[in-house]
């Protein structure tokens, strides 16, 4: 992590201002002598993730690298995987290499979507997945205040704590369909405010001030 700090250093030296969504990330660079950091919350593109009426044919999905980064917990994302795969068999979708249109529909096909954000940083993939009408898992082991700020665990998506806790509340959920549902739309809303046009907005506000 030092290294790569390091490097991003080096890179942001060059700019006037340097846009980051990670909070970790930010107080390194402010530390080490970078001027005019600001961390936001990732954003998505509207015209590549909404809610589209399909079918649900699967109880959880999983779209990312199955990369052996620990979480705070303990486990990896294939760690994960091969739980949710073991669990579910059929009811499960887990894959890399989806982006865009087709990530787009296997949420919209999903009742639950997880994203498990490598070092506990949260990434654009939470946002694309709110977009959905999946419902969003996240790991309750998350450190960024912006998102804390600004989304309510089990109101908004819903939060577990290692994999047993996981594959309880997805048992528990998907009894659940029309509360998986709401949770879903309320998340729909507030994503209105973190689309790129949104987040430019943002920042062009922050620069020109």
């Known amino acids: 992590m030092h290294q790569a700090v390091e490097t991003l250093k080096c890179v942001a030296s060059y700019y006037d201002y340097v846009f980051i969504f990670s909070e970790v990330n930010e107080n390194c660079l402010l530390k080490m002598g970078v001027k005019n950091v600001q961390c936001l919350l990732p954003c998505y593109d509207p015209n590549v993730f909404n809610p589209i009426g399909y079918e649900k044919k699967f109880k959880?999905?999983?779209l990312g690298q199955f990369d052996y980064l620990f979480d705070i917990l303990g486990n990896t994302r294939k760690e994960y995987c091969l739980e949710l795969e073991k669990e579910f068999f059929h009811d499960a979708f887990v894959g890399k290499g989806f982006y865009a249109e087709e990530a787009n529909q296997v949420y919209n096909e999903s009742l639950i979507a997880l994203d498990l954000p490598i070092m506990s940083v949260i990434?654009?993939?939470?946002?694309?997945?709110?977009?959905t009408t999946a419902m969003l898992?996240?790991?309750?082991?998350?450190?960024?205040?912006l998102w804390l700020r600004s989304?309510?665990?089990e109101m908004d998506y819903v939060s577990f704590d290692g994999v047993g806790d996981l594959k309880e509340k997805i048992k528990y959920m998907v009894k659940r369909p029309e509360?998986?549902?709401?949770?879903?739309?309320?998340?729909?809303?507030?994503?209105?405010r973190h689309t790129y046009k949104e987040?430019?907005?943002?920042?062009?506000?922050l620069v020109l001030n």
């Open 123 to 131: 990434g654009p993939r939470s946002f694309s997945i709110g977009a």
């Open 179 to 192: 509360e998986c549902l709401k949770i879903s739309q309320r998340m729909n809303k507030k994503m209105l």
């Open 151 to 153: 989304f309510n665990p």
């Open 137 to 145: 898992m996240l790991p309750s082991t998350l450190k960024s205040n």
């Open 199 to 205: 987040r430019f907005k943002e920042i062009l506000s």
């Open 60 to 62: 959880i999905s999983f």
